[in-house]
């Protein structure tokens, strides 16, 4: 962990009633954001930087303040300098929904259907003033698989049949979610914050959510279910989905659809997981990928996803898809 301060961290402070607060570094995530707590007379705030020009807490705030203002839990912004990366907010705690769980497995069903409840009011609002989940994202994030995993995996693949097949696979899907919902994108249970721990039912906070966008229904419901950083039971899952169905009524496509975005969010994850290995030099992320392909085989299985089956059947050879995904050199 870098224990440096940023420059101009006591200068933006010095403009807030939190002037002369203790100051203490946190473990950062996958990007180049950094995150300080702050404490002084008994109180705390999360202080964020994220500085230009390789992040912008603009997207943050925006979303911030939307979710803020629709009765959505997400941080009270105290302060903000976002030309400068800086980002004052409430103060969540350290009690974030995984390892709450891993340590009370007892309270899983409880705080997973919780968290259902919180998608459930999200869907009930009319979408936010974002980006269209359009198929141009889709398939952006989708080619995260074929431009890192597969050569990373040693393979040649026809990319081309790649696009093809998620075309012919997510349009259906596109036809459905208009007008759509909030889509925050990375909704899972290490971004779902207890703010009453032990309190079964008890309120939680969300965070990470700035790369919001407005999309299908089903999509944050795979991001909790299948999540790439904890195992989820199928019979948990099930059960979620359930909640979620008897609260939304979605219509009856809902189910295939959430075995397209299932497949598609995870074969972006294995992209992604594979690029923070190569690129950026974390090869914690590597220890992920079997959960997530699994997952994302399972999805295969829906008739949905035939077209994007029988590409994985033509260019991923069978050993690595039974190794789920294999060793990456």
């Known amino acids: 962990m870098n224990h440096t301060l940023p420059q101009g961290i006591h200068k933006f402070l010095g403009d807030t009633a939190w002037q002369g607060a203790e100051i203490a570094p946190l473990v950062g995530d996958a990007s180049f954001r950094r995150y300080f707590r702050l404490r002084m007379g008994g109180r705390s705030a999360m202080l964020m930087h994220a500085p230009p020009p390789h992040e912008d807490p603009a997207p943050f705030l925006h979303v911030a303040h939307w979710l803020a203002a629709n009765g959505m839990r997400a941080p009270e912004i105290y302060a903000e300098l976002p030309e400068q990366g800086w980002v004052l907010t409430e103060d969540f705690g350290d009690f974030r929904m995984k390892e709450w769980i891993d340590e009370h497995p007892g309270d899983e069903q409880a705080v997973y259907a919780q968290a259902i409840d919180a998608l459930v009011q999200l ?3 009319p979408a936010g003033p974002f980006e269209p989940y359009d198929m ?7 080619g995260l698989f074929v431009e890192w995993y597969c050569p990373a995996a040693g393979l040649s693949v026809d990319e081309a049949g790649w696009t093809r097949a ?4 997510l349009a259906p899907l596109l036809e459905r979610q208009q007008p759509g919902v909030t889509v925050l ?3 899972h249970a290490e971004n779902i914050m207890l703010l009453e721990p032990g309190k079964l039912g008890g309120e939680q906070g969300i965070i990470d959510f700035q790369d919001a966008l407005v999309g299908h229904k089903a999509y944050d419901l795979v991001s909790l279910l299948q999540d790439a950083r904890r195992d989820v039971s199928e019979q948990l899952e099930h059960d979620m989905m359930c909640r979620y169905r008897a609260a939304a ?8 659809d959430y075995a397209r975005l299932g497949a598609q969010r995870n074969a972006k994850i294995v992209g992604i997981f594979t690029r923070l290995y190569k690129r950026d030099g974390k090869p914690r992320y590597l ?5 997530v392909w699994k997952a994302m085989e399972r999805d295969l299985q829906h008739e949905a996803l035939a077209p994007v089956a029988a590409w994985f059947e033509a260019n991923i050879p069978q ?5 789920h995904g294999g060793e990456i050199a």
């Open 123 to 125: 869907h009930r609002l």
């Open 136 to 142: 141009a994202v889709y398939q952006r994030e989708a």
């Open 166 to 169: 998620w075309d012919e696979a």
């Open 185 to 187: 994108r990375d909704y």
């Open 249 to 256: 009524d979605p219509d009856e496509h809902f189910e295939a």
């Open 287 to 291: 220890r992920m990928i079997p959960r």
């Open 319 to 323: 050993a690595l898809r039974d190794a």
